[in-house]
């Protein structure tokens, strides 16, 4: 099976750093996209960054500037360099996974989303 396990969030002041890390485990053969998504209660989820292999990363207009997304392949773990951090990006942040895994018999392809991380920007 596949697992994504988020870390990294906090509790940060206006104009902080964090950096959120996405581990994936499971017998991983390929991932072919990650992307990050924040949820804030009572808005709708928000993609902030994609990167999909081969592609350049794509982010959200309200962090560009100010994210960077990452990947170290040979650790299947992914980042999310947060920088100049405001009140409102204070939200859950999650991480998903695209990709091909090995169940021990066959190779599958899998699409998972991790538990998330709490980010809070106070002002």
């Known amino acids: 099976q596949v697992q994504l396990v988020e870390s990294g969030g906090g509790l940060v002041h206006s104009g902080g750093s964090l950096n959120l890390s996405c581990v994936i485990s499971?017998?991983?053969?390929?991932?072919?996209?990650m992307t990050w998504y924040r949820q804030t209660p009572g808005k709708e989820g928000e993609l902030v960054a994609d990167m999909t292999n081969g592609e350049s990363p794509n982010y959200a207009d309200s962090i560009k500037g100010r994210f960077t997304v990452s990947r170290d392949k040979a650790k299947n773990t992914g980042f999310l360099q947060m920088n100049s951090l405001k009140p409102d990006d204070t939200a859950v942040y999650y991480c998903?996974?695209?990709?091909?895994?090995?169940?021990?018999?066959?190779?599958?392809?899998?699409?998972?989303r991790g538990q998330g991380t709490h980010v809070f920007v106070s002002s």
């Open positions: 499971g017998n991983i053969a390929r991932i072919s996209r």
């Open positions: 998903n996974a695209e990709g091909i895994y090995h169940d021990g018999a066959y190779y599958r392809p899998f699409n998972e």
